[in-house]
């Protein structure tokens, strides 16, 4: 199949940074580079000097047995670096162990119907709707088939059936809650409250203060779905029942599956694909206030939407420190740099998850200089087969979704909802190589290149990926809370469950050695920093 292109930016200069711990570390790591570099080619120089005293015959054969031996050498190592490229991380024997224990029993006599209007883009919902199952069971609740939301940014018609296969939904958790697709007309004159579930909330609250209502009403409906359930301190039997449906009970709808199935065949009968998830949306940039390398008319264009966003609490916001502190997403020019320096060839393909790039395909070019082969559904799948799901978001994104799961390798330019449930599902599937580029550290980086002070160069490449050696999807526990928060600030620095499953859904099997330390993929301080990253009004994307 041939490849096309896709879509970049103009690079103004970058705004000069004060020297932070970071940057000063990561000027350390160039300058001790290039002192390696230096030191070898004088060793080189050294070695081919001590054959000055062979004859001409002698240095002839023993230069052509060098060059040999080193393009050998170099082809070998090319091999190893491509195949490492593409090389998933060892998984360490974790598996999927989500069945349910033997004393888990079956729903028990409903007290009431619990309705649900969810809230947010598809990864947001899909996530609440796999709570709202868990909190069902806590409660004792008979689900009614979940609303999608209607009103949000992306205005998408599409009901719970268009996006999610409905009748596997209800069969794969008969043994867990009673699901069913409308309220019964008996219970349209019953009593019901309409409730906002305390977001990250546990057992106690559900069992007691939402327990409670039922003494008073047959019907509970939850108002908002996202970040009603906390992450951790849950019953085993309940964590397991959240992935069973994340990972198995809500399948998208067949339609979605099965062209989602033809793109994914079509990218791989070519060879391994990087899936990138491209965050550089308009919503994305006006929720976030970030206007790198855009123009004034760009700026105010998204400060007026964010204003005239109600939902959007954080109206004035600073791009520049945003972007200092890695809250922004990377741009395209900047993904190009990022890939590029961790080795990947430029024929290498690239499938773009997501929606309409700001600034079209102008501010695609600094990633398709680098990489020409990138595309996209609109591209791999034809005009008739896409036909069914324009204008709906939610169902082109699935795709999107499917595409990201299944790819070689996924990256993603920035940590919103999708790239998180994506990273979750790569894990649960076998920790599938998850490239999380760690963007405060290389806003730093980029912005010395923009200013002349560093070169796009072996020593960059070298120094961007041994930044990233353990930011690649490897087994380890989920992050809990930032140090020194309190009350429900502790709560919301926590990594998102569904982010990483382990140790509640990814078991390690036996036959490994248990002193096996699988949480060092992150520092402590790259740890605390995500956390007030995730604390942040303006960092915590709805998509």
């Not at 994914?264 to 949306?281: M, T």
Request: charged share 25%.
């Amino acid at each position: 199949m041939s490849e096309r292109t896709l879509l970049q930016p103009s690079s103004n200069s970058a705004a000069h940074l004060p020297f932070s711990p970071a940057f000063v570390h990561t000027l350390g790591l160039i300058l001790l580079l290039r002192l390696g570099v230096e030191l070898r080619q004088s060793e080189r120089e050294n070695v081919l000097g001590q054959t000055h005293g062979l004859n001409l015959k002698q240095e002839l054969v023993s230069s052509h047995l060098r060059s040999t031996k080193l393009a050998l050498h170099i082809e070998d190592s090319s091999l190893d670096l491509q195949a490492k490229l593409w090389e998933p991380p060892a998984d360490k024997g974790f598996v999927p162990c989500v069945e349910p224990g033997p004393a888990h029993s079956g729903p028990k006599p409903a007290k009431g119907y619990l309705m649900v209007s969810t809230n947010g883009g598809l990864n947001q919902m899909r996530a609440g709707i796999c709570d709202m199952v868990a909190i069902a069971r806590l409660i004792n609740a008979t689900l009614v088939i979940p609303e999608l939301d209607k009103g949000s940014f992306w205005q998408d018609a599409s009901n719970f059936s268009d996006v999610f296969d409905v009748e596997y939904f209800i069969k794969a958790l008969a043994n867990d809650i009673p699901v069913i697709k409308a309220l019964p007309p008996s219970m349209k004159s019953e009593p019901k409250v309409l409730k906002q579930f305390r977001s990250w909330s546990g057992v106690k609250y559900y069992e007691q203060e939402i327990g409670r209502l039922w003494l008073n009403y047959k019907v509970i409906k939850a108002a908002k779905t996202d970040l009603r359930l906390a992450n951790n301190h849950l019953p085993a039997e309940i964590q397991k029942l959240r992935c069973r449906v994340h990972y198995d009970a809500l399948r998208f709808a067949p339609h979605i599956e099965a062209l989602g199935k033809v793109i994914v065949e079509r990218l791989r009968s070519a060879g391994p694909y990087i899936a990138l998830h491209l965050r550089y949306e308009k919503d994305m940039l006006a929720f976030s206030g970030c206007t790198y390398q855009l123009s004034t008319e760009e700026a105010q264009e998204l400060t007026t939407i964010r204003e005239n966003t109600p939902h959007w609490k954080v109206k004035k916001i600073n791009g520049t420190e945003q972007r200092r502190n890695g809250f922004c997403p990377l741009t395209p020019t900047e993904v190009g740099v990022f890939l590029k320096s961790l080795g990947y060839p430029e024929s290498t393909r690239i499938y773009v998850a997501a929606g309409e790039i700001y600034g079209g395909r102008e501010r695609m070019s600094g990633l398709l200089s680098r990489f020409p082969n990138v595309m996209s559904k609109e591209y791999i799948a034809t005009a008739s087969e896409l036909a069914p799901f324009f204008n709906h978001s939610s169902q082109m994104a699935a795709l999107d979704y499917i595409v990201s799961v299944e790819s070689n390798v996924f990256v993603s330019s920035y940590s919103g909802n999708m790239a998180r449930a994506v990273e979750g599902h790569r894990r649960f599937l076998g920790h599938r190589k998850t490239i999380s580029p760690d963007r405060k550290e290389l806003v730093a980086l980029f912005d010395m290149l923009d200013q002349g002070l560093l070169k796009e160069d072996q020593n960059l490449a070298d120094v961007i990926t041994t930044m990233h050696e353990n930011r690649q999807g490897a087994p380890r526990k989920r992050k809990g809370p930032l140090k020194g928060t309190k009350g429900r600030d502790r709560l919301r620095s926590e990594e998102a469950f569904y982010t990483n499953p382990t140790p509640d859904c990814l078991c390690q099997q036996s036959d490994f050695p248990k002193h096996v330390n699988y949480e060092q993929n992150y520092s402590p301080q790259e740890t605390e920093r995500e956390g007030r990253q995730m604390e942040s009004g303006v960092a915590v994307q709805r998509r």
